[in-house]
């Protein structure tokens, strides 16, 4: 019965339309032949009323044609009514040529232009009519200010231009929306005074935001798509000051950019991944998905939050098989079950709960598997747990590392990707040392069948255990935020950014490399937290403190991301650079790895797991005499933060001698 109800609802549509349109047409029709009529009075009524209803076929039968009742009125773009009027000029073409080859009397081609043209006129001017009823019920008050419906929030929208227009638009049709755009706010005088879908455009920013206090505006929404990192900081920091709650109308940020074209923009918060200083990388992903397409992949430590993400975008190349490896079940099986729900029976995926310092249990998984790409992502990632953990720290890092090593070589892998991190330059702990040591292996390799690479960038924001959850929590309590020191820099990118990396990493050619993305400045944490708690609606050190803990064992207060700047040279990919330092041979990492072995098994203390690291690993030295010369660091000065700031605060308290 609900069937048969919504089949007849549907065809009242049509009718209702046709009714209105053969009331148009007809009027404009009968005008222009009554008239022709009168100057022509050997013209029968039985001549005119075969001309109309010809006309009047015609048109309607290419209309159809045209599918010109199939539209929605109430949504209707440009292109629905270019497809009106090329349909009338056709159906006038075909009403001239039966005219000419039918009838013994011809309308004149004036009076049959201007019949068809006014009857187009006035069935537009229903629809114009019709559709902007339908997005402004307050469409004879025109004259003033747009008022809000009832329990809708006024907004602002930052930008008149096509993306803010399409916004207010959609605002305005949807009966359901809770926001209702009163102002545009724009820079161009050409816009500024104007109105755009009744919506007055007043400007620019630089004299509005002094007065937007005094306006009916609640929020403000930015509508800027494809601004540049430092302008789009600019609009945020600048309307963020105004008091009013800011948005943005743009893609959500929690997926790598080739998935952004199936997700619909929406108004949301702005995230401080919109803050970030720069433009996010975005790579060739159809490359990406050709090279990895049929293949077999296996991920370890799949339930992490880099782990976990490639996961999701080697699902969407259509894998022959994806294989997730983790020693922690809770967080691989709701990988599991997402991966499930998005893809089906299409995916075909296999779990493996195994821990990467088994080798026994790594090459059993890889040899039933017989994976023919490896991304290894388990690994002991916080630094001031592994300083008080060194053992464990090396014993998973660098052995679990080695056995996966292992287990590729003899199943015959072809490419392998471990994940590195900055603080594997010149590292100050050993979490760091043993992420160059993992390196150092990974280099050694250059003999093997397999292709062995490493990928080294900073901290991620959002991942398990970062900063940026942190901060929120801490937010979200009431405060303070804590910060270990405020001259501490790192630098930052999204998961997205990261896994985009470690995947195009992946189908390169070069072998036993560290691959560095050109992550751009690094950034200050004290401003980090500090747009952290504007986002979150408060002002900084006013109603959020911040207060610094200082420096945890093993943390400096800059990282790196090149062991040498001489031994980086660029690739094809504006923002990969390889680091190409002279590889030890692969029999004295093994001597290395025999010697950290025996240390381990005699179950030698942190202290001396350190001291062992430090010989075996360049670079690696204490926390306090790196962060002693930092003023010297290239990345401050990067940053933009000079010597005298750096030393500003004093470096005693800390246990930093100077």
Known sequence: MSGRG?????????????????????????????????????VTGHDVFFIYLSMLASVFIIRIFFRVYLQMWRYATSDVYLRMVLADLFGGV????????????????????????????????SRFVYQFARRRPDMFSAAR???????????????????????????????NSRYHPAFFIDNDRRKIGTRIEGIPVIGPDTEVLEDIGKLPVQEIIIALPGTEAMKREQVFDQYMKTGCKVM?????????????????????????EDLLFRDAVALDAPAIRDYYHGKRILVTGAGGSIGSELCRQLARFEPEELVLLDVYENGVYDLEQELKRHFGAGLRLSTVIANVCDLGRVT??????????????AAHKHVPLMENNCGEAIHNNVFGTYNTVLAAEKAEVDRFVMISTDKAVNPTNIMGATKRLCEMVIQSREE???????????????????VVPLFRQQIAEGGPVTITDRRVIRYFMTIPEASQLVLRTGTRAERSDVYVLDMGKPIKIMDLAKKLISLSGFEPEKDIAI??????????????????????????????????????????????????????????DDALMKELMMRIVPGYRSAQEVNANAAKAAEFQAAGIRADELLGVPLEPLGIPI
């Open 547 to 604: 207060r610094e803990i200082g420096l945890r064992p093993g943390e400096k207060l800059y990282e790196e991301l090149l062991v040498t700047a001489e031994s980086c040279r660029k690739t094809e990919d504006a923002r990969i650079f390889i680091e190409r330092t002279p590889p030890l041979p692969q029999e004295e990492v093994d001597r290395m790895l025999r010697a950290l072995r025996h240390a381990l098994d005699m179950k030698a």
């Open 248 to 272: 943005i109308y743009d893609y959500p940020t929690d997926r790598m950019q080739a998935e952004f074209h199936e997700q619909k923009r929406q108004i949301r918060e702005i995230n401080i």
């Open 448 to 466: 093997s069948p397999t292709d062995f690479v490493a990928v080294r960038f900073g901290n991620v924001l959002g991942s398990n255990g970062s």
């Open 364 to 377: 059993q998984a890889f040899a039933a598997h017989r994976p023919q790409v490896v991304f290894h992502a």
């Open 6 to 42: 919504s089949f007849f609802k549907g065809k009242s549509r049509l009718a209702v339309l046709l009714i209105i349109d053969v009331l148009s047409s007809s009027g404009a029709y009968w005008f222009l032949l009554y008239r022709f009529r009168i100057l022509n009075p050997a």
């Open 145 to 175: 200010l747009p008022a809000p419906q009832k329990n809708k929030i006024s907004v602002a929208i930052v930008g008149a231009g096509e993306m803010g227009v399409l916004l207010a638009s959609e605002l305005l049709m949807n009966r």
């Open 94 to 125: 075909l009403y001239f040529a039966i005219d000419r080859v039918l009838f013994p009397v011809h309308l004149p081609f004036p009076f049959a232009v201007a019949a068809v043209s006014v009857g187009l006129l006035l069935t537009l001017s």
